[in-house]
């Protein structure tokens, strides 16, 4: 039995696009603090990072990321600058998805998505 799925109209698709932008920036934004942390950690762990030196990268990387996000905010105010990010890094040759999968082990690594009931 073949169900009859109807196709988006253009503002159907267009608003669902926006809100799909929409949940990726939101949950970008929550989630920066911790990826900021992750940063800084491993700066000052491996690196030598002292206290001075973390806050001149945050402070640079933090401003850098913002003029990102404002350089690529669309017309719905949303923005993943995250993404231009990566895109301007593999324009230099570092390809942050290559560098990513080398690093996981596909048969140990699974993403499970669970819907709330």
Known sequence: MRANVNKPT???RKAMLSEIRR???????????????????????????????????????FKERKAM???????DGECIAEYAMRQELRKDGIDVEKMYNEQ??????????KEKD
């Open 10 to 12: 253009s503002a159907q």
């Open 23 to 61: 949940q990726c920036v939101e949950n970008t934004r929550k989630y920066e603090i911790e990826l900021d942390s992750v940063t800084l950690y491993v700066l000052h762990r491996f690196f030598g990072f002292g206290k001075k030196r973390l806050q001149l990268f945050y402070s640079i990387m």
């Open 104 to 113: 996981v082990d596909p048969r140990k690594f699974k993403v499970i998505v």
């Open 69 to 75: 996000q404002d350089f690529f905010e669309d017309e």
